[in-house]
């Protein structure tokens, strides 16, 4: 019985363990060669993928405490964002904010740098203030800014090279409420607008079908305490689905689909407590690529990738997703060089997807991008050198945490061993 990701493109041939507490874990730890942890698999990268031993904390046994200042919380580093967000409410917190999907583990979310919408907010990982990690001799050891400082700096978006975390602070702030609204708007509106809109809302973001001169507009803005929203998701997907499928068999009908799902309605309205808006279920199966381009640059990059799948008539199936991440000094971090505007580009799961994800990457490196570290992606390690002035000293902290590459697979060997 193997494992494999959301997406079914990455599979590794083991079983995966799941240890009752952290003592079992560190037993699995110390005995093994290779590890890795996995998560929800929501990574699109072979970042868990191993034929040695994977490991889930989903069955580990912990709970929340939250500080007497309400401004951090310890949290098991295994729980879901689902249960995390559920088990803050019912303490009056919140996370300030969140990606559209909540399955992911917070260990893995805040590894590979995931992140929502929102001028002024960072990625999840941003919101670390400490870490337990079970190293690779099989001991816990705690970091932060103050404690064992280097190894915080290189863990709070670790990839899972530096240990597997068991335990995270985490900073938190008070419950809050929000309205979504979602809306069509015409595209060069938008793209005249954008950043007028974007300061404007606490969260914004759209997405575009590559044929059609439409977007679907999403904003979150906070509101006046409400009951939770009757529906889990933003936009419905049984129409979408019908659609993908007739295309991903008759591929050359794919503009004149986005063109008819474009005539479909899209106004709607929710309202509810935060971590019931933020997620949407998400249930039709994809591939994606997101690259984080220097806000600055991000219209210009989306338009000529826009451009260029028109000009083929090239068969990109789903919507790019547009939205803004603040700065952050995260070594590794895509955000780490200024605010960023983060596009995604998903392909449906049925059609091919690596010519078309390997044109557009070309398109997002020209104007300054750096992958999400989850999402399809062909860095090599001269550029990671190149795109993280800090990549260096991330290996030297890797090499003092796991001196014989324990937490290594073949993918991030080739770029950080």
Known sequence: MGWSNWSGSVTAPVSVARPRDEGELAALVRE???????????????????????????????????????????????????????????QGLALANQGDVDPQSLAGAMATGTHGTGAALG??????????????????????????????????????????????????????????????????????????????????EFW????????????LTPCDPCDPPASTTDIEETAFRRLLDVGAKLPFLTPFLQRLMMKTRFDGARRGPAHAIFPSDRTIRF????????????????????????KGRLPVAFPFEYRTVAADDIW??????????????????????????????????????????????????????????????YRMVRRAADPAGKFLNPHLEALFS
């Open 287 to 310: 591939e994606e690529m997101e690259y984080e381009v220097p806000r600055a640059a991000g219209l210009a990059a989306l338009d000529a990738a826009i451009g260029w799948i028109g």
């Open 32 to 90: 093994a060669k290779k590890v890795r942890a996995v998560g929800a698999g929501h990574s699109f990268m072979p970042l868990c993928a191993s034929d040695e031993r994977i490991v889930s904390l989903a069955d580990m046994t912990g709970m929340l405490t939250v500080a007497p200042d309400r401004k951090t919380a310890r949290i098991p580093a295994g729980w879901s964002i689902r249960r995390l967000t559920a088990a803050l409410w019912a």
């Open 332 to 393: 590794i971090s895509p955000m780490n060089a200024g605010p960023v505007a983060a596009i995604s580009m998903h392909q449906y799961a049925k059609m091919p997807w690596a010519g078309h994800f390997a044109g557009a990457e070309a398109i997002f490196r020209a104007h300054g991008g750096r992958p999400h570290w989850a999402k399809r992606h062909t860095l090599t390690r001269a550029d990671v050198d190149a795109l993280y002035p800090m990549a260096e000293r």
């Open 208 to 219: 575009i079908f590559p044929h059609a001169d439409t977007v679907i507009l999403k904003t």
């Open 123 to 204: 990625s999840l990982a941003t919101f670390a203030r400490g870490f337990r990690l079970i190293g690779a001799d099989g001991e816990a050891r705690w970091c932060d800014a103050a404690t064992n400082p280097d190894l915080y700096r290189a863990q709070r978006l670790s990839l899972g090279l530096f240990g597997i975390a068991t335990e995270i602070e985490c900073a938190v702030v008070p419950a809050f409420h929000l309205a979504e609204r979602i809306e069509k708007r015409r595209w060069a509106e938008v793209r005249e607008r954008y950043d007028e809109l974007a300061d404007r809302h606490r969260h914004i």
